[in-house]
């Protein structure tokens, strides 16, 4: 494997932005009462184990553990010993402590003008009748439970239910077909479905109910299907396997005993995708896991929870749902908006509405979202008051500089900092961020690895790079977020995380260190291409894109080429209505080539950019990259059904083979 930023041409404008960078230092007003204060880098590095079990006193033990970690590499157990349960350490507790009428959610639905508020002593009520409901229909602790479900509050309920039971959930975002929700509730050994009539997409209802009857016709051991009537759609119905949550969970007691379980109980699986055909269920435990949401929540958004309005704008479908929305927030005691739609579901200024009525104080989305944001123009936020925004964060992928300042400048109003946050599924929880209050941020700069975290970049033999440097991003040291392994397959664990750099977890991501030591994330190292021997990142080339004031999204890829083994493919979107014939759009494709090429060197101009008005995401906001290397390289497209709107890779490819055998480059 070579190394994937160490290049004639390929690292040199990052490298120019590293150098030149602006540096913005906390708020005074911030760090006078910031959760993290200097010093806490230090305690954490003389002893990581020992910080670690500190932190552990966030979260309520049953019974406390006797060790702080067992490490036989690659498989960790952290507070060994210890007994707790997750759902009583997000709800109980706090009705306990005399907190039930704390709002727990606001939620918003998609169809305008729809919302609830459910404090902490509802939500108790809810999961204790969902649990109840679960052991009514056979759910045993050690069994798996599917949910495939909308951003409604039944799907937190769900969660929790789980846990409360000792029973690991599976959920599945509701933009996957039958066919992968087969494919998860097989690998799983899922006996139950929780599901939803429908849910709504973009101001459509779109079904889930008659997804789940389609894979189970796969999947014969479900025993029961429990369905929340969402949007009214008629469905099949099987007696017997069916039934409507509210004829079910309504009847039942508002009171359940809970069970203790030992912190390595299994909590949840989520399947993210491989370099196989086979997606990986990543396995995740309860005591490690909710000790770091719960840290990394309280330190890195510097939650108060007596008066702060948390919004992870995110699925619940995804790890940045379950540990932000869900399990982090709620061990906090922490007050959320849940939103169920798009960001322009009722108009492009919903979010800034959002954030005006329930007086957000923290907003935590992903890059994609904001340069959408950007695209559709600053008269939005300005339009409305963001006064309650006092933090913003960053989630998903690299953030390119020029989205981090219009974040900063449009949202945040110069006085808000920015969390540039990197991890992974497989994490749990953060890793590498800025602490608001203590560290200074640079646009585009995910900083520094969190308190207890032992992170590096070395070269292709492993050994750490210097300042100014990249190479491979590695975990060099347990956390207690950590995946426990790939559920029924720990040789694939460790082969798809352990083998590449003996005794460090290799994250699959490229980083570069700048002249302060700071990281740079650089994206997936097979998002690095090979062009006439020279490794380039798409994310550089990417930046140099938007570095354009007149782009406002743009996507590389890599394409096979005869001559060059890989040629560098760009779709690119456009800020407003800049583009007016097809003679200025093809000006503005040769002007940006040039760009790269200026900005990067000759090596990086790409061969072809397509100029198109959306790019293809799905519903969490994320860049199919997939799909557009199908497209670029003429292949059959693959799966579209988790896309937020499908018509729209469809009508790039249409475009892209319409352009093929033409000389220009556009």
């Known amino acids: 494997m070579s190394d994937p930023v160490q290049s004639s041409g390929g690292g040199e404008a990052l490298s120019a932005l590293l150098h030149e960078t602006r540096r913005f230092p906390p708020p005074p007003e911030i760090a006078a009462q910031a959760n993290a204060q200097p010093g806490i880098y230090e305690d954490a590095a003389k002893d990581p184990v020992a910080w670690w079990a500190t932190q552990a006193e966030r979260i309520t033990w049953d019974t406390p553990f006797e060790r702080v970690l067992e490490w036989d590499l690659p498989f960790a157990k952290w507070f060994v010993g210890g007994k707790l349960n997750a759902s009583v350490n997000c709800v109980d507790r706090h009705v306990a402590a005399g907190r039930g009428d704390k709002v727990a959610y606001h939620w918003v639905g998609e169809p305008d003008g729809e919302t609830r508020t459910i404090t902490y002593g509802q939500l108790h009520a809810m999961v204790c009748q969902a649990a109840n409901a679960l052991v009514e229909l056979g759910v045993k602790t050690g069994n798996r439970v599917a949910i495939y479900m909308p ?10 239910a789980c846990a409360r039971l000792g029973a690991a959930h599976s959920v599945i975002f509701g933009g996957f077909s039958a066919e992968a929700l087969a494919g998860r509730i097989l690998d799983a050994d899922a006996r139950m479905v929780i599901t939803a009539d429908g849910g709504y997409r973009r101001g459509a209802k779109a079904a889930l109910k008659v997804n789940v009857d389609d894979a189970l016709r796969q999947c014969p051991d479900v025993r029961s299907v429990l369905v929340v009537r969402r949007t009214g759609q008629e469905v099949t119905w099987e007696e017997g396997r069916d039934h409507w949550w509210h004829d079910i969970v309504d009847r039942q007691p508002t009171s359940h005993e809970p069970e203790f379980f030992d912190a390595e109980q299994p909590l949840y699986i ?31 958004f510097d939650i108060k929870p007596e008066t702060d309005v948390f919004w992870t704008a995110a699925d619940v479908g995804w790890v940045t749902g379950h540990s932000y929305i869900v399990y982090g927030p709620l061990a906090n005691g922490t007050t959320s908006v849940m939103y169920e739609g798009t960001p322009d579901a009722g108009g492009r200024d919903r979010w800034w509405r959002i954030v005006e009525e329930y007086r957000v104080s923290i907003l935590y989305t992903a890059p994609t979202t904001i340069r959408t944001l950007m695209k559709w123009g600053e008269e939005y936020p300005a339009a409305h008051d963001l006064s309650s925004l006092r933090l913003l964060g960053s989630v998903g992928e690299p953030i390119n500089p020029e989205a981090w300042m219009w974040y900063r400048k449009n949202v945040g109003r110069e006085r808000c900092p920015i969390v540039d946050t990197w991890w992974q599924t497989e994490t749990g929880g953060i890793l590498i961020t800025p602490l608001p209050g203590i560290t200074a941020t640079k646009p585009g700069a995910a900083m520094t690895p969190f308190p207890g975290i032992s992170a590096d970049v070395i070269d292709n033999d492993g050994i750490p790079v210097g300042k100014g440097q990249g190479g491979y991003l590695v975990i060099t040291a347990p956390w ?4 426990r392994g790939i559920w029924g397959d720990p040789e694939r664990y460790k082969e798809t995380y352990w083998s590449r750099f003996p005794g460090q977890y290799f994250a699959g991501d490229g980083a570069k260190k700048d002249d302060d030591g700071d990281l740079w994330l650089l994206g997936r190292v097979d998002d690095v291409m090979n062009i006439s021997g020279h490794r380039i990142s798409t994310t550089e080339i990417e930046h140099a894109l938007v570095g354009d004031s007149r782009v406002a999204e743009a996507a590389v890829v890599g394409a096979s080429d005869a001559t060059t083994g890989q040629a560098i493919v760009a779709f690119v979107t456009i800020k407003g209505d800049i583009v007016q014939t097809p003679e200025e759009g093809e000006i503005l494709v040769e002007e940006l080539r040039a760009t790269v090429a200026r900005t990067i060197g000759p090596i990086a101009k790409p061969r072809q950019i397509l100029l198109t008005p959306e790019l293809p995401k799905t519903r969490s906001g994320k860049i199919m990259r997939r799909l557009l290397r199908d497209v670029a390289e003429n292949r059959e497209l693959g799966d579209v059904t988790t896309l937020l709107d499908p018509t729209v890779v469809n009508m790039i490819d249409e475009k892209m083979k319409a352009r093929a055998g033409t000389d220009d480059d556009t």
């Open 151 to 160: 951003m409604i509050p039944e799907t937190v309920v769900a969660m929790l």
């Open 270 to 300: 989520m399947y993210t995708s491989g370099t196989t055909a086979k997606p990986k269920g990543i396995l995740h435990t309860t005591g490690g896991y909710l000790v770091h949401c719960a840290t990394t929540h309280h330190y890195i």
């Open 480 to 483: 207690p977020g950590m995946l």
